[in-house]
């Protein structure tokens, strides 16, 4: 007779773990528990048997897999909760005491959470994280125009927008802006990084009244997590470029809000001369000197040696080509013997595609805009320096604060941006359109007629640039400035009509 098997120690009973029974394995607290899940990326399953797992009751309970626990279990941030929560029991007994002295030196020594080493756990190449930066931009975005509260820190929305606008500079730098849409959540935006999709969501510049029924204590965690994500994709974006990171920023023009252009993008290079630079001034000028003098002497005796050994080789170079026959020359073979008609035919296409791209980086180069203080400035502007346009706005006010690098009565000025349904003064020789105009032309990746797009005319339809889920990555929208064909038809039918009359 074999060995009775207990009842629930083999099959799928062990593969799951009630979420009960999983902090008090890890002795946490129910929120420490959740903030864990989020940082480590574990989330709950759900069971093939429920009812069997919870011994025969149908209550509704959360399930986790059991290697999923046992994988959180040696996670060292399970000690600095610990920590933290020693922290606030200190805090509050020095809060409670009135011992000044002891509340500075516990907040001075306070524990800080990093969360860098699961970045590199969660995405272990570049692509891995580009892959699911989707999530991280569409949060960072929208805390970055969150009114600052009690429920959301002022900090938090500094480095939420300082992220966000260095992300969107490095689209305008590499011209990979590809489709945007309007919608009523906000401004859905896809580029191309590295030939991997992005698309993120930024809502509009409204003011935005916080819910009461929001947990900002479970998006703060992941707001924690995709901070420290964009950063470091960021970084590897700047750097790839020789770009210093992070850039600098005009303090003058943050303040006046102008957007993209407070940013000072510079050569990396740059960046290590000038910490070079600050090193060698704080040696002794003596000390520098006799360096110097040093240097020059080595510089010299390397250039003499450099110049022997260069007239040795080509006086070598030169006998050996005198006693050698003429080089054979190669013959030239057709593309089509490597590969064939295919071939030539592929390379002839990926060539298209690539003058195709260039135009279509280049659209709005020459062009010159002025935006009005009623258009979505900071979105067109985005836009506009994304394809090589000039762009300018409105101040506010008479002495004009925040406005942008030339006025509007500037002669340069080909396009001006308004959504008014009429203007008391306008100027010759200047396109004045509506916004949906600079949309359309990324959508259609061409530069539409603005007569559609005038002062108060009907505007065509707004359409998606985003095919349906399995269909190809590239759909274009169709013109929509183009004729359907409709009226054509209708006067057809209506001559038919005269015929049948007669």
């Not at 011209?175 to 309007?182: N, P």
């Not at 040795?312 to 008609?341: K, N, R």
Request: glycine share 6%.
């Amino acid at each position: 007779m074999g060995k009775r098997i207990k009842k629930g120690t083999r099959g799928e009973v062990t593969q799951y773990i009630s979420r009960a029974k999983a902090v008090r394995k890890l002795q946490l607290s129910l929120p420490d528990f959740r903030r864990l899940c989020i940082l480590k990326g574990i989330y709950p399953r759900e069971p093939n048997k429920k009812k069997k797992l919870g011994g025969g009751s149908s209550a509704n309970k959360t399930y986790y897999h059991t290697k999923d626990i046992q994988f959180l279990s040696h996670e060292p941030l399970i000690a600095k909760f610990r920590e933290f929560k020693i922290f606030l029991r200190k805090l509050k007994k020095a809060v409670a005491k009135k011992e000044h002295a002891q509340e500075e030196r516990l907040l001075a020594a306070r524990p800080v959470l990093n969360v860098d080493h699961l970045i590199k756990e969660r995405f272990p190449t570049f692509e891995d994280a580009l892959r699911d930066v989707d999530d991280a931009l569409c949060m960072v975005f929208l805390f970055a125009q969150m009114p600052q509260a009690h429920k959301v820190q002022n900090q938090t929305v500094a480095k939420c927008k300082s992220l966000s606008e260095e992300f969107l500079q490095y689209i305008v730098q590499t011209r990979s802006l590809e489709k945007v849409f309007l919608s009523i959540k906000g401004i859905y935006y896809r580029a191309t990084i590295r030939g991997q999709p992005v698309t993120w969501l930024s809502p509009y510049k409204f003011s935005i009244r916080i819910p009461s029924d929001v947990d900002f204590r479970v998006m703060d965690t992941f707001l924690l997590f995709y901070t420290k994500l964009l950063g470091f994709i960021n970084y590897s974006l700047y750097t790839s470029m020789n770009l210093a990171y992070p850039p600098k920023i005009d303090e003058v023009r943050e303040k006046n809000d102008t957007g993209l252009s407070a940013l000072i993008l510079e050569n990396s290079s740059g960046a290590l001369e000038d910490a070079k630079t600050a090193a060698k001034s704080t040696v002794p000028k003596s000390r520098m000197k006799a360096a110097a003098v040093k240097d020059a002497i080595a510089s010299i005796e390397k250039t003499v040696d450099a110049t022997e050994d260069d007239n040795a080789d080509v006086a070598e170079t030169t006998a050996i080509a005198d006693t050698m026959p003429d080089a054979p020359t190669l013959d030239a073979f057709p593309a089509q013997m490597e590969g064939g008609e295919e071939s030539v035919e592929n390379i002839e296409a990926a060539k298209a595609g690539e003058n195709e791209r260039a135009k279509f980086t280049k659209m709005f180069e020459g062009k010159w805009f002025f935006l009005s203080r009623e258009v979505p400035r900071y979105s067109l502007e985005f836009i506009i320096l994304s394809f090589g346009g000039k762009v300018s706005w409105e101040g506010v006010g008479e002495d004009a604060l925040g406005g942008g690098p030339y006025g509007a009565d500037d002669a340069r000025i080909t396009h001006h941006i308004v959504d008014r349904p009429k203007l008391a003064h306008t100027h010759l020789g200047r396109h004045y359109v509506q916004p949906q105009w600079v949309y359309d032309c990324v959508n259609t990746r061409k530069v539409l007629p603005t007569a559609p797009y005038t002062i108060g005319a009907v505007l065509p339809p707004h359409l998606s640039p985003f095919g349906e889920e399995g269909t190809d990555a590239s759909f274009i929208p169709p013109d929509p400035t183009a004729p359907t064909g409709d009226g054509e038809e209708n006067a057809e039918d209506i001559d038919e009509d005269d015929d049948e009359d007669d």
